[in-house]
Structure formats: C-alpha cells, structure tokens
C-alpha cells in the first residue's frame, strides 16, 4: 500500500519533471541554454491561476474530458508496476484495463475536440482515432506476448517473473515486443517523428489541434495528465525489459527507496534518449505514419507467434 501511494505521488511530481528534463536536453542539443528542468511546473502554476474559459457552444463533453483525461491517467499510474509489483488495485492491474484506460482518456480528448465544432478540432481528433486504433492493439500484442510465459496478463506478474527469470528478457520475442511498444510509446505521448508537441503546424499537429480551445485550469489538467502518460509509458517499458531495482510486495522502507531512485534514473535515461532522438530525427508526414505504427504492429504480431512457437 505504501509502495503504491509512493509511487503515484512520485510520478504525480516528477512528470512535469522529465518533460522539462526532455527540453533542457533537446535545447542543449541544439546549442540554446534552455528554460530549465523546472518550466513546465512555471507554466502548469501560470496556467491553474487563469480563468478557464470555454467555446461558445460547447457542452459536457469539453468541460468533462479533461478530468477524465486525468483521472484515467492517476488510475493506470496506481495500477502498473513502477516502484512496486504489489498495488491495491492489484484486481485490475490487467493489461487489457490499462490499455482501455489509455484508449479512454484519448478517447475523451478527441470527442472534446469534435464539440468544438472548429476544423482544428475535427482534423485532430480524426488523425488522433487512426493513430489510436493502430497503436492499442499493438501494445495488447506487444505486452501479450511476454505473458505467455507467465500464463498471465497480469502486468505485475509479468514483471515478478522477469525479476526471477532476468535470462528471459534475452529472446526474439523480448526483442521484437520491446520494438514494438517503444514505437508506439512514442505515437501514444505524441512525439517525433509521429506528432511534435512544440508545434502548432497544421499540418503536422495532432494533439494540439485538439487542445487549442483549452485555456487556464482545463490546459493545465491536460498537460500535467499528458505529462503522466508519457512517464507511465517510460516506465512500463523500463519495468517490462529492465525490471531491476523494482520492489517485492514485501519490500521494507530501504527496498522501496532503491527502487524509487532506480525508477528516476531509469525514465530519465528513455527520456533524455527520446529527446537526443527527436533533435536528429524528422517529423513523418502524415500518410507515413499509419506504415510505421503498421509495422510495429506486425513486430507485436511476430512476437505472440513466437511467444506460442517457443512456450
């Protein structure tokens, strides 16, 4: 219990965190000093003390999405094995719950840009569903396949027997699921080269077109909530493929600091890699990326047959 409490605060407070970490390392790349690691918690408190303001016209479904996008993203945080394999809410820590929480909280976001009733709203939240309806089963397949050798989708299960059993990491079937979700982490936070959130490009932008009628509290939610899902993602794929340092259900208080301490080092490693990777890499034009999430898709693929082929 704990261990669960302790590791939704720690990702609670240290999202925003790894997102300024991400910039300060793209504006070092670039050779610009950068605003510092702790911007993003400067712009979430500018934005909390603004007035929300909502289009003319819009109903309960925009004043609703962002709380929902929130919440969904606390309640998969609670779930997956970050800090420690035991959660409360170990009865729904299930790979197909989290992965409809996820498809939710998106879900909610592109119906809200629909009730603007604007073009912007409409173009990203149509690119937002085709980029959503190929990155969900991928990652279904991609964490399905690992489960084989469990017999269980249960995620903390799964990362319990790669703890035991660190060897098994080393397969083809390891390989070609941690391809596969790395790809569609990056499409799910929304990052180059599938969509780049430091832009509001038309042509290009795929979450921000669905936020751009967001202002004050209602943009703060959001951001502090995409902020969450993209560390739950870091972690999950660091838990999934390097679940060392992690603590047991058992774990007393110096367990859990290590395993809090391996965490940060751990998504801020991905993190500070994907933001090296975005500085050298091009934004996909639009038509590519479905052949790309296609692709991971068919790496998710490979690996269940593989996983059966070898169990």
């Known amino acids: 219990m704990i261990g669960a409490i302790l590791q939704v ?7 925003p965190l790894l997102v300024g970490v991400m910039r300060q390392v793209r504006a070092r ?34 004043r609703l999405a962002p709380l929902l996008l929130a919440g969904t993203a606390l309640v998969v945080t609670a779930v997956v094995p970050l800090i420690t394999t035991a959660s409360p809410l170990d009865g729904v820590a299930d790979l197909f719950a989290v ?73 083809p079937v390891s390989v070609l699921a941690a391809v596969a979700l790395a790809v569609v982490t990056i499409a799910e936070t929304g990052r180059v080269p599938v969509d780049n ?38 972690g999950l794929l660091s838990s999934l ?28 490693l991905l993190g500070a890699l994907l933001a090296a990777g975005e500085v050298f890499m091009a934004k996909l034009r639009l038509f590519r990326i479905p052949e790309l999430l296609a692709g991971s898709f068919l790496m998710a693929l490979l690996a269940v047959a593989a996983s059966f082929f070898l169990a």
């Open 241 to 268: 493929f390097a679940p060392w340092g992690i603590a047991g259900a058992e774990a007393g208080a110096l367990a859990l600091l290590v395993a809090v301490v391996a965490l940060a080092v751990k998504v801020g």
């Open 99 to 171: 992965t409809a929480l996820l498809a939710l909280g998106s879900v909610a976001l592109a119906l809200a840009g629909l009730d603007t009733g604007t073009a912007f709203g409409g173009m990203g939240a149509s690119r937002e569903v085709t980029v959503l309806a190929l990155v969900e089963p991928t990652i279904l397949l991609s964490v399905f396949a690992l489960s084989v050798r469990v017999g269980s989708t249960n995620l903390g299960a799964i990362v319990t027997s790669t703890v035991d059993d660190p060897l098994a990491v080393i397969s």
């Open 29 to 62: 790349l670039e050779g610009r000093a950068g605003a510092g690691v702790l911007q993003p918690w400067r712009d979430l408190r500018k934005l909390l003390r603004k007035e929300p303001i909502a289009p003319h016209g819009t109903g309960w479904v925009f």
């Open 9 to 15: 605060v720690l990702v609670v407070a240290g999202a």
């Open 197 to 234: 959130p430091s832009t509001h490009l038309e042509l290009t932008m795929i979450h921000e077109a669905m936020v751009l009628e967001y202002a004050g509290p209602d943009l703060a939610l959001i951001e502090w909530a995409s902020a969450i899902r993209l560390t739950v993602l870091l």
